[in-house]
C-alpha cells in the first residue's frame, strides 16, 4: 500500500477503503505470528462468495420474473425470454447501486472510524437486499432503509459479527413500517410503467394474498413451485432457491438443522390450521408460498444473528417456521409473517442459546459429580 | 483395565515433509542454552554468571517463588552469555559446551524403594522436576501439591509428529522407572493413553503399573488436555499433572544411570526441510545446526520448535525447546496470491471447507507455508463451525469469547480449567476469521493465574 494512506499519511482517511481494495485484488501477504504457523485456506471472503453464488439462481430468476409479470399484466405473453430478463435487470440494477452504495459507504467510514479492515459481510446483506423489497420501491426510500439498518442495525452494536438482528431484513423491516403503502396491497409487487395499461381482470396480489381470487398468473402447485408468480424479486422461485440450499448446506455456511427446523415448526402450525378447518390451503403449499423459502434458506440461517449451539439451531428454526406461519394463519392484518418471524427469532437467539448453553452445563456437572 | 474411546472430531492438517525414520546426524551443539521462558509460571533467578564452569547437571536457574524448582545445565562447559530483553528479563543462559562432558552423579537408585519425599527431592535437585506439569493453568507444578492422577499421553498425533515407537523404544526401561518414580507422588494413578491404531506389539504398550486408555481418533486425539477430558474431566480446585514421554525418559534415566541425560531424537520436519529426518541433540540446540536442513533458505525460512500447530517461531537465531522433539520448517508466505479467494479450485492450497476441494484428494499432502490466508475479521461464523474439529465437551468459541471479556465467571463455566492453548489450535486453523485463538486462550488463563493467585 502506498505510504499516504498509512497512519500520518495525508490520505490515511482512505485507508480502510484502500485496503478493502486491494485485499479484495490480491491475498495479504500477511503471515501468522505465532500459535498456528499454517492456517486453513477459507477466509470470510470466500464464505461470503459462496453465500452470493448460492442466491444467484434466485436473483436471475428473479430479474426475468420481474419482465414476465410485467408482460402479463399489459397482455402481453410473456414468452419473451431475454426481454423480460433485460425488463427485469434494468429495474433491479439501480436497487443494487443504491443498496451497494448507501451501505458499502457507511461500512467504509465505520470501519476507517474504528479502524479496522473492512469487513465483507454487507457484501451479502448488500445483495440479499434488492431481493426482498417490492421493485418498484422508490430508490431514497430504499437508501433511508439501508442506512437505517447499517447504522442502527449493525455498526452501532460494533459492525459485521456483532450485530443482534438482519441487516438485509431490517431494511425491509424499516421499510414495511415507514412506508407501509408501498410495501403492501395489490399494487407493489408487479413492476409497472406509468404509460402501462393493464388487462381486464389484472390483479396485482401475490398468491398468499389472492386467497383463491383468479388472477392473471397461475397459481397451481408448479406454477408457486417454479416461481412464475408475483412477489419481491428474490422470493419467488422454490426452485431456485432449492438449488442455493443445496450449495450452502453442502459448504457449510448455512445450517441444515435452521432450514429443516423452520419447515417442521411451519408444517407443525400449518397441520393444526388444517386441522381447525383455518387455513384454506394444505400446510405443505405453505411452503412454496411468499417469502417463506427464502427466508428459511438464506434469512434465518446468517450464521451472526442465528443460533449458535447445535440444539440451539433446531428450537430457533422451529420458532420461526412456527412464528411465520401463526402470522399467517391467525392474523388477519398480513398476509406474510416471515420477515417478522425472523426478526423475533434473531432476538432471542441469544436466549436460546443460553438455555441451551445453561442446560449442557449442568448436564455436565451432574456428570462429573457422579463420576 | 484398559478402555477404547472412539473421538469423531479432530483434524489431520496433510503438510508435507514428515521425517524419514532414520537419525541422520549426532549434533552435540557447540552453544545451549538454557531459557527460563520454557516454562510457564517460573520466575526466574540467576545461579551463575558470565564465566563460570558448570558440569551436566548443575543448577542454573532458580524458581523465585519456589526456590527448589531448579533448571539445570544440559552440558558441561562455560557460561558464555546471559540473554536479557526488554525490562532485562532473562531470555536466555548460553553455555559453551566443553570438548570433554563431565556430569554430576546424582547415583544410582532403585524407585520402588524410595518414599515419595526422596523422590521429589532427588527430581528437584537433579532439574528433573519442571518436565512436571500441573493442569490446570499447565504451569510446572508445585512440588507440595499431591496430584489427584497422572496423565501421560504415549502418541502424538501433531502433524508430523516424531514417531513414538521410533523414539522410545529403546527408552522403554527408563520410561517405566519414571513411572515407577512417579507413581508415588499421587494418590490416584498414572493414565497412559494410547493410540488406538498403533502398532498393538509396540514395545510402549509393555508398560506397568499404569492405567492404559486407548484413544482411536484425529488430531487433537493425541493432546493429553483432550485425553484428561475424556477420563477424568478437571474440575474447578482439581490439580492433575501430566508429564511427556520425553520427561518419563529422562526421569528415569535418573534413576537407572544417575545423570541428568536431555539427550533424544528430534525429528526435523517440514515442507522446507531438505531430507527431513530425525537428530540427536540436546534442547536448547541453536537452529544454526541444523544448516544441512534448510541450506542457504534461511531468510524464508521459519524455525518452528515443535509442530506447526503450537509450536513456537524461534528464527534462525532460535533454539529447540526444553519440551520439544521437532522441529519444523516453513516457507514464510508472504507472497501475494492475485485473486486466491476467488479462484475456484486454488489446487494447491488446503482448506477443511467445502468451497474449495481439498475434500477430493484425501490422501494428498500439501506444502503448506505461513500465509495468513485472508484478514483478520470479529468471529463470524457458529460455534459448531469450530467445535466440529474439537473432540471436547465444550463450546471454544464461546470460551474464547469469555476470555477476550475477560470473564473469570465464564471462562470457568466453559472450561478454562480443562484446557490448554494447544488443545484449541485447530480451531485456530480452521477460523475463516483469522483470530489468535490460542493467544487468546493463553491471555486467559494468565488472567486466572493472577486472578486466583
Not at chain 1, 450449495?247 to 438443522?257: D, N, Y
Not at chain 2, 524407585?111 to 493442569?135: C, F, K, N, V, Y
Not at chain 2, 513456537?312 to 526444553?322: A, K, Q, S, T
Request: glycine content about 10%; proline content about 5%; hydrophobic content about 45%.
Amino acid at each position: 500500500m502506498n505510504k499516504i494512506f498509512e497512519k500520518g499519511g495525508k490520505l490515511h482517511w482512505l485507508h480502510s477503503t484502500v485496503d478493502a481494495f486491494e485485499t479484495f485484488l490480491r491475498v495479504p501477504g500477511t503471515v501468522t505470528r505465532s500459535g498456528s504457523h499454517v492456517r486453513d485456506a477459507i477466509d470470510l471472503k470466500r464464505i461470503l462468495i459462496i453465500v452470493l453464488i448460492a442466491a444467484a439462481p434466485a436473483a436471475l430468476f428473479g430479474m426475468w420474473n420481474v419482465g414476465y409479470q410485467h408482460s402479463l399484466a399489459i397482455g402481453d405473453t410473456g414468452l419473451n425470454i431475454l426481454g423480460n430478463f433485460w425488463y427485469g435487470f434494468l429495474k433491479v440494477l439501480p436497487l443494487y447501486i443504491v443498496s451497494y452504495v448507501v451501505g458499502l459507504g457507511i461500512e467504509f467510514a465505520a470501519c476507517q472510524i474504528r479502524g479496522e479492515e473492512v469487513s465483507e459481510g454487507f457484501l451479502v446483506s448488500g445483495f440479499f437486499i434488492p431481493l426482498i423489497v417490492p421493485v418498484d420501491i422508490p430508490l431514497w426510500m430504499l437508501a433511508i432503509a439501508v442506512a437505517f439498518a447499517v447504522i442502527f442495525g449493525k455498526e452501532v452494536f460494533g459492525g459485521t459479527g456483532m450485530n443482534i438482528w438482519n441487516p438485509a431484513l431490517l431494511t425491509r423491516a424499516f421499510l414495511f413500517f415507514s412506508y407501509p403503502s408501498y410495501m403492501s396491497g395489490s399494487e407493489c409487487w408487479i413492476s409497472l410503467r406509468k404509460t402501462d395499461t393493464v388487462i381486464d381482470g389484472f390483479t396485482g396480489a401475490t398468491p398468499l394474498a389472492l386467497d383463491g381470487a383468479p388472477a392473471q398468473y397461475g397459481t397451481g402447485f408448479w406454477d408457486l413451485f417454479i416461481g412464475t408468480v408475483p412477489g419481491s424479486v428474490g422470493e419467488t422461485s422454490v426452485i431456485a432457491i432449492l438449488l442455493g440450499a443445496i450449495i450452502l448446506i453442502w459448504t457449510g455456511v448455512a445450517s441444515w438443522k435452521i432450514m429443516a427446523g423452520t419447515v417442521i415448526g411451519a408444517l407443525a402450525v400449518g397441520l393444526i390450521g388444517d386441522l381447525a378447518g383455518i387455513s384454506k390451503v394444505p400446510c405443505y403449499m405453505q411452503l412454496i408460498y411468499g417469502g417463506f423459502a427464502f427466508g428459511a434458506v438464506f434469512m434465518a440461517t446468517d450464521p451472526v444473528t442465528s443460533a449458535q449451539t447445535e440444539c440451539g439451531k433446531w428450537i430457533y428454526g422451529i420458532l420461526i417456521g412456527a412464528l411465520c406461519l401463526m402470522v399467517r394463519l391467525f392474523n388477519p392484518g398480513y398476509v406474510e409473517g416471515m420477515m417478522l418471524a425472523i426478526l423475533l427469532a434473531n432476538t432471542f437467539a441469544p436466549l436460546i442459546d443460553h438455555l441451551v448453553i445453561n442446560a449442557h452445563l449442568s448436564r455436565k456437572a451432574k456428570k462429573l459429580k457422579a463420576a | 483395565m484398559s478402555q477404547n474411546i472412539v473421538l469423531k472430531k479432530g483434524l489431520n492438517i496433510p503438510i508435507g515433509g514428515e521425517a524419514e525414520l532414520r537419525v541422520s546426524k549426532a549434533i552435540a551443539p557447540g552453544i545451549t542454552a538454557v531459557r527460563p521462558t520454557d516454562f510457564k509460571g517460573l520466575l526466574p533467578r540467576l545461579l551463575v554468571k558470565e564465566g563460570d564452569s558448570v558440569l551436566c547437571g548443575s543448577p542454573v536457574i532458580a524458581d523465585k517463588k519456589n526456590p527448589d524448582i531448579l533448571l539445570t545445565s544440559p552440558v558441561s562447559g562455560t557460561v558464555k552469555a546471559l540473554v536479557r530483553g526488554e525490562k532485562r528479563k532473562l531470555l536466555a543462559v548460553l553455555i559453551e559446551a566443553d570438548d570433554e562432558q563431565k556430569c554430576i552423579d546424582f547415583g544410582v537408585k532403585d524407585p520402588a524403594s524410595m518414599d515419595a519425599g526422596e523422590i521429589t527431592a532427588a527430581l528437584l535437585e537433579s532439574g528433573l522436576w519442571p518436565w512436571i506439569i500441573q493442569r490446570p493453568y499447565g504451569i510446572v507444578a508445585d512440588p507440595a501439591v499431591r496430584p489427584s492422577n497422572i496423565f501421560v499421553s504415549a502418541f502424538d498425533s501433531a502433524p508430523l509428529a516424531a514417531d513414538g515407537d521410533f523414539c522410545f523404544a529403546s527408552e522403554v526401561k527408563n520410561i517405566q522407572a519414571g513411572i515407577n518414580a512417579l507413581s508415588k507422588l499421587t494418590d490416584g494413578e498414572v493414565h497412559v493413553s494410547y493410540d488406538a491404531d498403533g502398532d498393538p506389539a509396540s514395545e510402549l504398550r509393555k508398560l506397568s503399573g499404569v492405567h492404559a486408555h486407548f484413544f482411536k481418533g484425529k488430531h487433537p486425539a493425541g493432546n493429553v488436555g483432550v485425553q484428561i477430558s475424556h477420563i477424568r474431566p478437571i474440575r474447578k480446585g482439581d490439580t492433575v499433572w501430566t508429564v511427556s514421554l520425553l520427561g518419563l525418559a529422562a526421569i528415569g534415566k535418573l534413576f537407572t544411570k544417575g545423570r541428568y541425560d536431555m539427550r533424544r531424537k528430534v525429528a526435523v520436519c517440514g515442507p522446507m526441510a531438505i531430507e527431513p529426518s530425525y537428530v540427536e541433540t540436546l534442547p536448547g540446540m541453536p537452529m544454526k545446526e541444523l544448516a544441512g536442513f534448510y541450506g542457504s533458505n534461511a531468510p524464508e525460512t521459519r524455525f518452528v520448535s515443535g509442530n506447526v500447530l503450537s509450536g513456537r517461531n524461534e528464527g534462525v537465531d532460535g533454539y529447540l525447546g526444553f519440551f520439544d522433539n521437532q522441529i519444523t520448517l516453513l516457507r514464510e508466505g508472504t507472497e501475494r496470491e492475485l485473486l486466491g479467494w476467488l479462484r475456484p479450485l486454488r489446487w494447491k492450497q488446503f482448506s477443511t471447507d467445502h468451497s474449495y476441494f481439498s475434500w477430493l484428494t484425501p490422501k494428498r499432502k500439501y506444502d503448506m507455508d505461513t500465509n495468513l490466508h485472508g484478514g483478520v475479521r470479529a468471529f463470524l461464523m457458529n460455534d459448531g463451525y469450530y467445535a466440529k474439529v474439537l473432540p471436547m465437551d465444550i463450546y471454544p468459541i464461546y470460551l474464547t469469547k469469555a476470555c477476550l471479556a475477560g470473564e473469570i465467571e465464564k471462562m470457568e463455566q466453559f472450561g478454562i480449567y480443562e484446557v490448554l492453548p494447544e488443545d484449541l489450535a485447530v480451531c485456530e486453523f480452521v477460523d475463516p476469521s483469522k483470530n489468535n485463538i490460542q493467544e487468546i486462550i493463553a491471555k486467559g488463563i494468565d488472567l486466572m493465574l493472577k486472578e486466583m493467585a
